[in-house]
């Protein structure tokens, strides 16, 4: 299982600090904290290309290799939202329920004013990212329950948007 957003990103042995500038995962200052340095010098347009995005419609359940990849996919996705949204390291958690056999299981991004959860719901793909306001971590029911499609996983910056104007966060 995916243990951070950057999880499988750093070669073994290395810590992301230890870093050479100008070798890959260095730290620069246009890089979100905490985030790897993409090869080319700059984040990719988001949904520059949609051959290219992780197909979250796929369904998971009973798909073990499917499931481990999908929460690794949201749980990446949604530690670039936190960044989007301009939480900061450490002020968020990151948390999966992988659920039984029969269901995609959960990833949730709570901070001290937003909860954010990513799934494959029965109701479909375009109620697959939950959200609401929150007062706290230990908040688990929040403010309003607000919806939006699974598909702004792979859009951090839209999603951001979208909560944003719907919590005014």
Not at 10 to 32: I, L
Not at 80 to 100: E, H, I, Q, T, Y
Not at 118 to 123: D, E, G, I, S, V
Request: hydrophobic residues 35%.
């Amino acid at each position: 299982m995916c243990e951070s957003a950057t999880a499988g990103v750093w070669p073994a042995g290395k810590e992301e600090d230890s870093r050479e500038p100008g070798e890959p995962g260095a730290a620069r200052e246009s890089a979100p904290p905490g985030l790897p340095v993409p090869a080319l010098g700059e984040f990719p347009m988001p949904n520059s290309s949609a051959a290219t995005a992780f197909d979250v419609r796929k369904r998971v359940a009973y798909d073990d290799d499917a499931k481990r990849l999908f929460h690794c996919h949201a749980r990446r996705q949604l530690g670039l939202l936190a960044a989007a949204l301009g939480l900061a390291p450490g002020s968020f958690d990151l948390r999966n329920n992988k659920g039984g056999i029969a269901v995609s299981g959960e990833i949730t991004m709570h901070s001290e004013t937003i909860y954010v959860q990513a799934c494959q719901p029965a109701t479909g793909h375009d109620s697959g990212v939950l959200f609401r306001t929150c007062e706290g971590r230990k908040d688990y029911t929040g403010g309003r329950n607000n919806f939006a499609s699974l598909d702004l996983l792979n859009d951090p910056g839209q999603l951001a948007r979208t909560i944003r104007a719907a919590c005014r966060a």
